[in-house]
């Protein structure tokens, strides 16, 4: 199966039709159907890493202050218990833990329901250990290799560049000069293959504390960058800011 990282940014992408959402009807119509889809996501934040194991995750509606008609839209597709057992037996170097407290938050579902609207597939979520450091996340990633030959859909869901601190609240404002300056240094990493950059991000100079103010966005792009083959090339599925400080670059890799 391909991997793909989706820039997901704000809630409000739920509602619209806008090129962003069109990119993942789109993409959602040009991938082999998966088995599976496993979301490693940028809002199940924990200590330890954790997967959801249940049969029926519930829906979540992990944000607040948005229109009534957001808490409406309903996307459940059912779990997979035995996918999820596999991601556990599948990492060797750290334990993955079955998680029962949470379900699908938007980071999953905001996506799939623009990329697979009948919610016909299943969905599993991975959790980011917040207690590990940008290594640590990327190593992980390249466990979940044997995964993309069982027909499973890894998808690293966040933004690259996530500023909510200093944010437009209008969508489509101009871009901040240094946000397009680290995105564009991502993009230039990422199609050079210089993954150690990527993963020093800090490196990028004294911008990149502005783009990741903190790396919870961040970290699922390491994930599937991890899994990116010697032969395999990314390809750019959206490239795009909204609110001035939010990169929704998005890519396919297979």
């Known amino acids: 199966m391909p991997v793909l990282f989706i820039g997901h940014g704000s809630p ?3 509602l619209l039709k806008n090129g962003f959402t069109d990119s993942l009807h789109a993409l959602g119509g040009a991938l082999p159907r998966p088995e599976t889809i496993l979301v ?10 954790f997967v959801t194991c249940e049969s029926d995750p519930r829906q979540i509606y992990d944000f607040y202050g948005f229109p009534p008609e957001l808490y409406k839209v309903q996307y459940r597709p059912k779990g997979s218990p035995g996918k999820a057992g596999r991601v556990v037996q599948a990492v060797k170097n750290t334990a993955v833990r079955c998680g029962t407290e949470w379900g699908l938050d938007h980071a999953a579902w905001a996506v799939l329901h623009h990329m697979f609207p009948g919610a016909g597939i299943p969905v599993i979520e991975m959790s980011l250990d917040v207690t590990r450091d940008e290594p640590y996340h990327y190593d992980l990633g390249r466990e979940l290799a044997e995964l993309r030959r069982q027909g499973v859909l890894i ?5 690259i560049v996530h500023n909510l601190r200093i944010l437009d609240f209008e969508m489509d404002a101009p871009p901040v000069g240094w946000s397009v300056e680290i995105d564009e240094k991502v993009k230039r990493h990422l199609l050079n293959r210089e993954h150690d950059a990527l993963i020093h991000w800090r490196g990028m ?12 966005h961040y970290l699922p792009m390491l994930y599937a960058i991890a899994l990116q083959e010697p ?3 990314i390809h750019f599925t959206f490239e795009g800011m909204q609110n001035g400080t939010i990169s ?3 890519f396919r890799i297979g």
């Open 12 to 14: 409000m992408n739920i």
């Open 40 to 49: 490693v996501s940028a809002h199940w934040l924990t200590a330890g890493t």
């Open 155 to 159: 998808l690293g869901s966040g933004n």
């Open 205 to 216: 100079g004294k911008n990149a504390a502005l783009a990741v103010p903190t790396n919870e």
């Open 231 to 233: 032969d395999e090339e």
């Open 248 to 250: 929704m670059r998005s």
